[in-house]
């Protein structure tokens, strides 16, 4: 793995919670997902910095943040991402979309989002299905826990795509398209604490209510995702 270059594209400003505590979002998935010898750099994809054809292809691999944008919006960083995605493609470069990422994947491949019914934030069981061959390789469980926090969903995908895990709330948890491409829709990549934060922050903006804040808070106790599961997946896609 030595000498091996990957990116996080940052679709969130980060809070100075976030940046104090775990080094911003960067830090997050970095302390997920980075081993020894390697390379990681961050873009900041919502302020509009993506990287150029130069530096994609020095890149091997790439992770698409969550965001408080929606994926099927027109901001002109939004349709960026979405160019740079389609080019990704065509590299076959390979590409890690979580929450929002999974979403402007979903996008870019031609598929459909939107809203959901209502907002999905807490801990949810999903099922994987026997198309996912990558879960049975790992040996994991065929339903993994993880932390969710999202109002927007992918609600089609090309016939290409291969939908790998569901929920009793979200019909398409995770994807795969190709060998290079795989979207989730939950965050293998969140605590605990960074979910009772994003509560605070949600609440702050007025997208949730404060009974619906504080039935949240309540539910926090004992909400325990199998990171590990999740990491070893996420670790055997983007580098396998």
């Not at 994809?45 to 698409?64: K, T």
């Not at 870019?108 to 989002?113: D, F, H, R, Y």
């Amino acid at each position: 793995m030595g000498g091996r270059r990957f990116a996080v594209l940052l679709c969130a400003d980060d809070s100075d919670y976030m940046k104090s505590t775990y080094g911003g979002y960067f830090g997050v998935f970095k302390e997920m997902l980075a081993e020894e010898g390697e390379s990681w750099e961050v873009f900041r994809a919502s302020r509009g910095e993506l990287p150029d054809e130069s530096q994609v292809e020095s890149i091997d691999g790439f992770v698409i943040t969550g965001s408080c944008s929606d994926a099927h919006g027109y901001d002109s960083w939004i349709l960026g991402l979405v160019g740079l995605l389609c080019r990704l493609d065509a590299s076959k470069k390979k590409v890690l979309g979580i929450c929002f990422g999974a979403q402007i994947m979903g996008r870019a491949l031609g598929g459909k989002v939107g809203r959901a019914k209502s907002w999905d934030i807490g801990l949810r069981s999903i099922q994987f299905s026997e198309e996912s061959k990558l879960s049975q390789s790992l040996k994991l469980p065929s339903s993994i826990p993880v932390i969710e926090c999202h109002r927007d969903e992918v609600k089609e995908l090309p016939s290409e795509a291969v939908i790998v895990a569901k929920s009793d709330k979200t019909r398409i948890e995770a994807f795969t398209y190709g060998k290079h491409f795989m979207g989730i829709q939950g965050h293998p990549e969140y605590t605990q604490d960074i979910l009772r934060h994003l509560i605070d922050r949600l609440l702050q903006r007025d997208l949730i209510t404060d009974s619906y804040a504080e039935e949240l808070r309540a539910n926090l106790e004992g909400c325990e995702p199998d990171r590990k599961s999740w990491k070893s997946l996420c670790l055997s896609f983007l580098k396998g």
